[in-house]
């Protein structure tokens, strides 16, 4: 199953997320460059938690070093998979987040749920000489944050089904509890980052994104610059939408709803629209006029059932106007 995106929009443009992003793919690219060693860089920077606790590899990495580990583990990657993998989850989940809890609250709880499941990997394997790298922890809280924000939201999944693919809705509840026993059970198989994959890091910090939501959002909301906030409203609705058409009283034809902004209702828009009837999904591009107003509907001819004569009815797309 590949996420696509959720369906819950966030009111502004997730600067904070897309900067981590930005930073992420920067030290990458760093990482790979002519010049630093990857190897040495990852031996430096990132997480072993055998630094804490051998006296001679305290000694000779000194504790401030050790430290600061901690932090810059996350923004280090051990391929390109593991970088787009981590940046897509979350490009997905931290928007939402960071609608909720403000740029600079969203900021401090990320960078403290990737320390704290830094340590519960730490404490967990303290002998472990296998340096950790990746966002994943971090991430892992931001998906903790979501399950507990978000649960009645839908995940928009790509599930590859030899060449016809499938794109359905998935309960976040579903998907993100499914990959967190996933990650337990990983945890409680393995020894250690055990396949390079520091599964309890990724439990710790989903475990900490659910407790840490709740001590942030007692804090004052210093990050929702108002500001700021009017600037990055966003403007356009999601271009991927999963429709789920019902017969029109009375018709043979269907009808579903099409949810675009004011602003994409007065410019004009396309949109790339999944049409869900039973178990078969047929995906398409729409094109929405300008000028167009909530509760008019769009034509899409010969979409709709079968008539006994082997006509095909049409399917209407009424507009639906998002509001906030």
Not at 273 to 299: F, M, N, W, Y
Request: one cysteine or more; proline letters at 7%.
């Amino acid at each position: 199953m590949i996420p696509l995106r959720d369906t819950i929009r966030s009111r502004t443009y997730p600067l904070v997320t897309y900067l981590l992003i930005g930073l992420n793919v920067l030290i990458y690219l760093l990482q790979h460059s002519p010049g630093p060693d990857p190897q040495r860089l990852i031996i430096t920077y990132g997480l072993i938690p055998a630094r804490f606790t051998h006296p001679a590899l305290i000694a000779y990495f000194g504790w401030g070093s050790n430290l600061i580990s901690l932090l810059t583990y996350m923004f280090l990657h051990g391929g390109f998979w593991h970088l787009l993998g981590n940046m897509w989850s979350l490009y997905i989940f931290g928007d939402n987040i960071e609608d909720r809890l403000g740029p600079l609250r969203f900021l401090g709880f990320y960078l403290l749920a990737g320390c704290l499941s830094g340590l519960v990997h730490l404490v967990l394997h303290p002998d472990s000489q296998i340096p950790t790298v990746g966002a994943s922890g971090a991430i892992a809280g931001v998906m903790g944050a979501y399950f507990v924000l978000y649960p009645g939201s839908k995940i928009l999944t790509l599930i590859p089904i030899f060449i016809f693919p499938w794109i359905i809705e998935i309960p976040a509840f579903f998907f993100l509890g499914i990959w967190f026993v996933l990650q337990f059970l990983g945890a409680a198989g393995a020894d250690g980052a055990s396949g390079g994959i520091a599964w309890w890091a990724h439990v710790g910090g989903f475990i900490a994104g659910i407790v840490l939501l709740k001590a942030f959002e007692f804090l004052p909301t210093t990050g929702r610059l108002t500001r700021l906030e009017a600037a990055t409203t966003k403007k356009r609705s999601h271009r991927l939408q999963v429709i789920y058409p019902r017969r029109i009283p009375g018709s043979p034809d269907l009808q579903g709803r099409l949810r675009i902004s004011a602003f994409e209702a007065l410019a004009g828009t396309r949109k790339i629209v999944t049409i869900a009837s039973g178990l078969r999904r047929r995906t398409l591009r729409v094109t929405v006029p300008p000028g167009i107003q909530a509760g008019k509907s769009l034509r899409l001819r010969g979409l709709g059932p079968v008539f006994p004569d082997g006509r095909r009815g049409d399917l209407y797309l009424q507009i639906e106007l998002e509001t906030w």
